[in-house]
């Protein structure tokens, strides 16, 4: 078995006396714990040999291995061992970490103290002793009094700690102490201790060693800088210069350690800037130490000529240092920029191409893009506004090397002075090709051969200039500086790769400056292309923003260079795009003229001719229609986004369209033509969806106003009337205004204004037709006589349709009458001939109908249709069409419809019908009818026909010679009949229903048999009910009391007076009273009487039924009973009788099944006074019939 311990001395605090307790009784106690290995599983020498570890190292941490030396397999306890061990590996490691790390802060801590004391003497009293002095007496007196600070032990153990940090991975804490330190000591507080060690030993280390520091520094070497550091002595003498690059490069690799690359950039940016300051500060305090010692400290003797050209000497070398500190910050910043292309993914080097060519192998790298991909992530948006901060600090370093170099240049020449910088020449706030007289177009055209040869010639002829560059500098630097050409050009790609990054930061307004500037030193080149094209991508910029000088400057700047160029087609688009409303009120009044000046002389050139110009701002057009329309709808439009106003038109209309044109030339202009293009919707969307461009062949009507047009400035006003004769939806989709050769469209869907649009329907058809008959006769044939009308409508052709329902057939016009049989039809189609307006077509033919069945539970009715299918135009079509500029178009259609039905009903409706009863046997029958005939008709004759039991007497119609006049519509005919009742049907013919029969006559004598039921049921129901109850007999009673007040209990005696001479049947009675006899009603048959006091307040006794015998001799009789009141109180409900025959087998004059009802027509008394009973009870039973 193998043991391993692990010991360390940790703490996690800064080493006070408590933490140690605490944290020994820590370790005392996880040593007294089992260990998290497999100690159960271990023998016992190894038991004891582990107690003994935590004996010996209390302090430690021990686990046991006992299975990593066995054989190379997997098991449950290895793993548990292994696990074990990686745990306090770590542990130990930590510990380590953290003891470490309380020595340095220990250590920092007791150097703090003395830091106080160094920085009041390295900016007080202290400043006018020599560093280099406290460090000799130190060195002098071999000891440490506790009072001089060791600032090269302070910054090694300070980066011992980052280190510390760096190994642990907390780049952060590392990075902290690299801050804390440059807190401590700032860059200027370096700078002042090089410069003060550089005056106590002279001039400092030179030569190799100091690049040597140099590339250490820059590096980030720790080992060899460090081992620099520690024999520089306490002040770090020799080294201090170099200490802040060394701590930049430190800080830069922990800044990529932690992913950081846009600190990076920043972090760069901060120490470039800081060092380019320190640097010129450098070089100015050398100059001011080198004139002190060696111009105000000149000899007496010296004459005038030798310090002047000892100053000249010393002014040029500071020139030259300054130029080596301008190209070291030009080169660093390229070299940062360039370094970033393997970083970010939007780096190019498409501006880059020169600089690469001439030795810079960082942009080598980067020519594989040629555009700069869209910075996607913040993380590129902060780098890219990083990196163009950089290149404009560049672009400023190379403006100072170009002023310096024309300073040395102009030294050496004589009388000295130097030249202006060509950026700052161009770049100027009035350009030198502005203080030249403006040429006009035409003259122009003619010299600008002449004046591109002489800027050839000057490009030729740039003069050298002076090297004022050290042999460090970068190649391309070099050659940058070698003259004005290329010093041009080497400030072209700086600022253009400065435009692409800021264009990607979304910093758009730096962009637009520096492309300015590229444009006016293009332009001072005489690269007029290239700076029109620079001009043209940037002048867009300030109309966004609303800087409309600024707009109108760069418009100007851009016409100059257009105009050079010989660009026709450009220039026009600038000169149009000059005029624009916003810029009216900055324009000067000269520049407007002078542009309208070559606008209308670049207007008559053929190249301008071919191209399709757009809707530019020098005209605005509105269009409106002066029309009343029918009325406007929107629609949405889709493909266009937009919507669509409709306006409803008919053909034939006379339509006016208003267009307004706003002109903002300063003068007037006559222009060729104006014309209105309307084109389809259908084809419109059809054009948009290809390619959006509306020409001559696509418009399916162009309005036109003739020439000459003159266009004053301000609004002028413009009318186009349209006829249209084709339906369809247009839209008013482009004006084209032709001035000389050039033409300019404004198309609808590219304007802000609303679109317009034409809904032209059909013009209201003007034809009409007659059908004749209004109606149809049931069951006969008629003549239909068919007329239409053309109005105002021309008629190309039609079709005459004639459709019958059931019950009706039609014959073609002009039938052979031999072949009728065989020609009805049920349909028939008649073409209609064209004619002109104002005509008239008339078609005639036969129609039969058949009898029309009166059915109530059928309600279809017989129609013949006329349908009449047209094809016209409207009437002013050939006039407009004469003209020869209106389309042909299609004839527009309608449908004409007109029709006649058969009268679903007679010409004579029964209104109402009621009969009454008067008399024994007579009825007053009552019919009113209604004429449903749209024609009028006569009455001939009418009859009416009764069923049985009535019948009309001979003189029973009333209504002779009262119908001798033609019955309108609508008009009510009342009938009056006397019916008698009869039960003999002799001379009477058999009818079911009664029956009204009227027959009509028209005025051509032709007679119509109307048979009319009329509902008369009320009187018979009435009728039959007589004859059912015809078996019904009545007889009268009188019931009478004794008393009309007793108790309860007590019985009262009650008679019924019963008259039985009224048992006689109707007939009987009527033949009875005709011939004055009496006879009974069913002889010899007895009737059952009954007394009933169910429902009343009585209980009855005494003889209560029994028979009696009807006589002729004696028709009345009394029957007597007994009542005993059941309640107390005024009774008013009293016992009821009734009476039934009681028939004999042998009889022979009544149906034996059934006995007639006789009917009890019974007179009671008012009422009866009830008491109460107080001492006595009663019983009342029946008696038996014998006891009475």
């Known amino acids: 078995d193998l043991s391993v311990a692990t010991t360390t001395n940790s703490s996690t605090h800064d080493g006070g006396g408590s933490a140690q307790k605490a944290q020994h009784q820590h370790n005392a106690a996880a040593a007294a714990a089992l260990p998290p290995g497999p100690i159960a599983h271990s023998s016992r020498e190894v038991k004891e040999l582990y107690h003994k570890f935590l004996k010996d190292f209390p302090n430690g941490r021990t686990v046991i291995l006992g299975t990593l030396l066995d054989a190379p397999l997997v098991s449950p306890l290895k793993n548990q061992e292994w696990k074990a061990f990686l745990h306090n590996l770590g542990g130990a490691v930590v510990d380590g970490f953290q003891d470490r790390v309380r020595r340095y802060d220990e250590e920092l801590r007791r150097l703090d103290s003395r830091r106080a004391a160094f920085v009041r003497k390295l900016s007080g009293d202290g400043l006018s002793r020599g560093i280099g002095a406290n460090t000799a007496n130190a060195a002098r007196d071999g000891n440490d009094d506790g009072n001089n600070f060791d600032l090269s032990h302070f910054f090694l153990v300070k980066e011992s700690l980052a280190f510390t940090y760096e190994q642990m991975q907390l780049f952060e804490e590392a990075k902290l102490q690299y801050e804390e330190l440059s807190a401590f000591l700032p860059e200027d507080t370096w700078r002042q201790l090089a410069q003060r060690v550089e005056n106590h030993d002279g001039h400092g280390e030179e030569g190799k060693g100091k690049d040597r520091l140099s590339d250490l520094a820059m590096a980030g070497d720790s080992d060899g800088f460090r081992h620099y550091i520690k024999v520089a002595g306490r002040d770090l003498r020799g080294v201090s210069q170099f200490v802040p690059q060394y701590m930049y490069a430190r800080e830069i690799r922990l800044l990529f350690q932690m992913g950081t690359s846009t600190e990076v950039l920043v972090h760069s940016k901060d120490f470039l800037v800081r060092g380019y300051r320190n640097r010129l500060l450098d070089v100015a305090a050398g100059f001011r130490r080198r004139w002190m010692e060696e111009i105000e400290q000149v000899g007496v003797d010296s004459s005038g000529k030798e310090i002047l050209e000892r100053q000249g000497e010393l002014r040029r070398d500071r020139l030259r240092k300054e130029a080596e500190v ?45 555009v700069m991909a869209a910075a996607f992530t913040m993380e590129e948006v902060e780098a890219a506004q990083c990196l163009a901060e950089l290149l404009e600090f560049a672009i400023l370093r190379l403006l100072r090397l170009g002023d310096l170099a024309l300073i040395e240049q102009g030294s050496e020449e004589e009388g000295g002075g130097g030249g202006l910088n060509p950026i700052r020449r161009a770049t100027s706030e009035r350009p030198v090709d502005t203080l030249k007289p403006w040429e006009p177009w035409r003259k122009l055209q003619k010299i600008r051969d002449e004046i591109k040869v002489k800027q050839l010639r000057k490009s ?57 500037h590229r444009a006016e030193v293009l332009i001072a080149r005489g690269e007029y292309n290239l700076a029109a094209h620079v001009l043209s991508s940037n002048v867009g910029a300030c109309a966004r923003d609303q800087w409309t000088r600024a707009h109108y400057w760069r418009i100007f700047r851009l016409a100059c260079c257009q105009r050079m160029s010989g660009d026709v087609l450009a220039y026009l688009e600038t000169l149009t795009q000059s005029f624009n409303p916003k810029l009216s009120s900055v324009a000067p009044k000269k520049t407007a003229s002078l542009f309208q000046q070559d606008l209308e ?81 259908e084809q419109y969307e059809h054009l948009y969806r290809r390619n959006g461009i509306v020409t001559e062949d696509d418009a399916f009507r162009i309005l036109t106003i003739d020439a000459p047009i003159d266009i004053m400035p301000g609004k002028n006003e413009f009318s186009f009337s349209w006829q249209p004769m084709t339906f369809n939806t247009y839209v008013l989709a482009t004006v084209e205004i032709q001035w000389k050769e050039a033409s300019f469209f404004y198309d609808s869907a590219l304007l802000r204004k609303p679109m317009i649009g034409l809904d032209i329907q059909p013009s209201e058809p003007t034809q009409t037709i007659e059908l004749n008959p209004l109606f149809l006769i049931p069951g006969h044939v ?78 279809n009715i017989q129609t013949m249709r006329a349908k009449v299918e047209t094809r016209y135009r409207q009437e002013s079509y050939d006039a407009v069409m004469e003209k020869g500029e209106e389309p042909e178009s299609d004839p527009m259609k309608t449908l004409l419809q007109a029709m006649v039905t058969t009268l679903d009903r007679s010409a004579l409706a029964v209104d109402d019908a009621e009969a009454f009863m008067f008399g024994d046997d007579h009825v007053m029958v009552n019919i009113s009818l209604q004429c449903n005939s749209p024609v009028p008709f006569y009455i001939k004759e009418w009859h009416l026909d009764l069923p049985l039991p009535l019948l009309v007497e001979e003189d029973g119609d009333l209504n002779k010679g009262m119908f001798h006049h033609a019955i309108a519509e609508g008009e009510m005919l009342l009938f009056g009949f006397k019916c008698i009742r009869t039960d003999s049907s002799e001379n009477q013919p058999a009818c079911e229903r009664p029956l009204l029969r009227v027959v009509l006559q028209d005025d051509f004598g032709k007679t119509f048999l109307q048979v009319l039921p009329v509902n008369l049921e009320d009187v018979y129901k009435k009728l039959r009910k007589e004859d059912v109850y015809a078996e019904l007999y009545t007889a ?134 009830s008491f109460a009973y107080t001492t006595s009870l009663s019983l009342a039973i029946p008696a038996v019939l014998e006891e009475f």
Not at 467 to 489: F, Q
Not at 499 to 512: D, I, K, Y
């Open 326 to 370: 301008e190209a070291w910050a030009l080169s660093s910043c390229w070299d940062i920029k360039c370094a970033s292309g393997h970083y970010f993914t939007f780096a190019t080097t498409a501006t880059t191409t020169t600089l690469a060519k001439n030795g810079n192998e960082g942009g080598k790298q980067l020519e594989k893009d040629g």
């Open 460 to 516: 030729d002829e740039n003069e050298t200039w002076t090297p004022i560059l050290p042999g460090g500098v970068p190649s391309w630097l070099h050659n940058a500086m070698k003259n004005a050409s290329i010093y041009e050009e080497t400030y072209l790609e700086l600022a253009e790769a400065a435009v692409v990054l800021n264009r990607h930061a979304g910093r758009f307004r730096f962009a637009s400056r520096l492309e300015d």
């Open 601 to 681: 002389a670049i207007i008559t050139d053929a190249a301008v001719a071919e191209p399709r110009w757009g809707a530019f701002p020098f005209l605005e057009t509105e269009l409106s229609i002066e029309s009343e329309a029918a009325g406007k709808s929107s629609q949405p439009l889709p493909f266009l986004r937009r919507k669509l106003t409709k306006h409803l038109c008919f053909v034939g209309d006379e339509l006016r369209f208003s267009l307004s044109i706003n002109s903002h030339l300063p003068r007037p202009i006559a222009v060729n033509g104006v014309r209105l293009y309307l084109v389809t919707l």
């Open 782 to 859: 008629q003549n239909v006589r068919l007329v239409f009308h053309s109005g105002s409508d021309v008629i190309t052709e039609g079709l005459v349709r004639l459709i019958c329902s059931e019950g009706l057939l039609v014959v073609p016009p002009k039938t052979d009458p031999s072949k009728l049989d065989e020609a009805w039809s049920d349909e028939c189609i008649i073409p209609l001939d064209a004619c002109g307006p104002g005509k008239k077509i008339v078609i005639t033919t036969l129609v039969k109908s058949s009898t029309i069945k009166h059915d109530d539970n059928t309600g």
């Open 1036 to 1169: 009268t009673a009188e019931l009478t009391c004794s008393a009309e007040e007793g108790t309860v209990g007590n019985p009262v005696p009650f008679e019924y007076n019963l008259n039985l001479q009224s048992l006689m049947m109707p007939k009987q009675r009527r033949r009875a009273s005709l011939g004055n006899t009496s006879v009974s009603s069913v002889p010899g048959c007895p009737i059952l009487y009954t007394i009933v006091s169910d429902g009343s307040d009585w209980i009855v006794s005494g003889k209560v039924q029994g028979l009696i015998k009807p006589s002729t001799d004696s028709e009345s009789m009394s029957l007597q009973f007994r009542g005993i009141p059941t309640q107390s109180g005024i009774l008013r409900n009293f016992p009821e009788l009734f009476l039934e025959y009681l028939l004999m087998e042998d009889s022979d004059d009544l149906d034996t099944t059934s006995s007639p009802p006789i009917a009890v027509q019974c007179k009671n008394p008012d009422c009866f006074q």
